[in-house]
């Protein structure tokens, strides 16, 4: 199979492209990761070809080479959220995740090279409903420090998994990789994915 | 925290309670695993007894430790399906799964030490969408040899992840341990999470 090169320091973005037995190379980028005016999905979409975009600027040599970006967005009452910043942005969000239903959107964007290259994009969206956090809930889950680098300030894969009740839609989406998504991307652009 | 035996010898159950950070040690135990003729919730609560149960007989020592059993059980049109036997059985599997929705059932029983010791049971469903697998990817997936070990011969966390649509319910629990469940356990029984 063909290396993609992922365009993202997620560890569970790669974690999941191991399980899936794909190779790839990590290659982050950086971009403004500001929330535009557009919808969430919109959102999602445009700051993951952005980061595809950024790669292919500023490394135009992996313009020979499959390339992915990723971004995932949490919204509560339409609100978008993000990574938490501080301890304390981290306690607000969780104190409004807490006995409510919230959405996770992930948008992706594939490139594929040959000809002038194409790039597409798509996004998923999955509904999750928190339990209800008591103050000795928060205060020990804040203390994991699980919220760092974790967009909504929760790892659904590790103790945030506790307070999940239910999902309805992708669970690899929350994780930030949505893989049956993936998959049609991938087939669509004929990447040899059964060889 | 207390450690706790994990009375499987699965993989997936073992990384699931890494991710949640509880000290645990495996000791799997073989039993009978047929299905009865009981429902397929109260027959996966009754094999994960089962399961803690053997393992109290067997090790009486392990009578003063926390001991978590757990079965898995896949349910398609009212057929209870387990891990399968063979190639051939896990095609005759895959191809019914196509296309169709089915549940997934994990029970969990959950020994508590002290006093006489208590068991406690619980079971979790989730819904699982696959899309409509053609013979290219039928054939492919069988290759990679997912099937072994798995119940309903297909792995939702790695490549048989491709073919999974939606979910609806609990991630954990088609991974073999439902997560959000096993809380509510843990806290029944007064187990010492937060310390």
């Known amino acids: 199979m063909k290396p993609i090169i992922l365009a993202s320091a997620s560890p ?6 191991e399980h899936l037995h794909i190779p790839f190379t990590v290659y982050p980028v950086e971009i403004d990761e500001h929330f535009s005016s557009l919808s969430p999905e919109e ?6 070809k952005e980061k595809t975009g950024a790669l292919l600027c500023r490394a135009p040599e ?11 967005i949490v919204v509560l009452d339409e609100e978008k959220i993000g990574k938490p910043a501080s301890l304390e942005e981290a306690e607000r969000i969780l104190n409004c995740l807490s006995g409510k239903q919230h959405h996770v959107i992930t948008g992706l964007a594939l490139y594929a090279p040959g000809n002038a290259g194409s790039i597409i994009t798509a996004h998923t969206v999955t509904v999750i409903r928190f339990k209800h956090l008591d103050a000795g809930e928060r205060a020990w889950y804040l203390s994991t420090g699980e919220w760092q680098g974790a967009a909504g300030g929760y790892r659904i894969q590790e103790r945030g998994g506790f307070f999940v009740e239910s999902i309805s839609g992708s669970y690899s989406n929350v994780m930030g990789l949505p893989i049956h998504t993936f998959y049609g991307m991938l087939r669509s652009l004929n990447y040899p994915l059964f060889s």
Do not use: F
């Open 43 to 48: 959102d999602a979409r445009r700051l993951a």
């Open 12 to 17: 569970r973005r790669q974690a999941l492209l």
């Open 62 to 72: 992996t313009a020979s080479t499959w390339i992915l970006g990723a971004d995932t």
